[in-house]
Nanobody, 126 residues
Framework: QVQVAESGGGLVQPGDSLRVSCEVS????????VAWFRQTPGKEREFVAA????????YYGDPVKGRFTISRDNGKSTVYLQMNTLKPEDTAVYYC???????????????????WGQGTQVTVSA
């Protein structure tokens, strides 16, 4: 069973930067689509960022475009989300996910992914 583990969340002030990481228990992430979603109480899981199985391009949700960057290290089976210029509305539990059957048109759809972590809390507050 593939396991996913996020780390690096915490409490930061508006305007700060934070990087969260995610380790996936596979030999290599090559061939896996990877993504970050976030969720706040009472709301649906929201797409943040994704990279396709080929890893050639990154996709972002409109609220984070220009501020967040997703990256991956296939050899380390690790996914990163660099978050800059954080805002209070970025406060959420951030989930990392991976899947080896995700097609490009489904990258923004959380139900397309097979493997999920438990989430890491990111709180942006003064």
């Amino acid at each position: 069973q593939v396991q996913v583990a996020e780390s690096g969340g915490g409490l930061v002030q508006p305007g700060d930067s934070l990087r969260v990481s995610c380790e996936v228990s596979v030999r290599s992430l090559s061939g896996y689509a990877v993504a970050w979603f976030r969720q706040t109480p009472g709301k649906e899981r929201e797409f943040v960022a994704a990279m396709s199985r080929t890893g050639g391009y990154a996709y972002y949700g409109d609220p984070v475009k220009g501020r967040f960057t997703i990256s991956r290290d296939n050899g380390k089976s690790t996914v990163y989300l660099q978050m800059n210029t954080l805002k209070p509305e970025d406060t959420a539990v951030y989930y990392c996910t991976a899947g080896n059957r995700v097609i490009t048109s489904s990258l923004r759809t959380h139900t397309a992914y097979d493997y999920w972590g438990q989430g890491t809390q990111v709180t942006v507050s003064a």
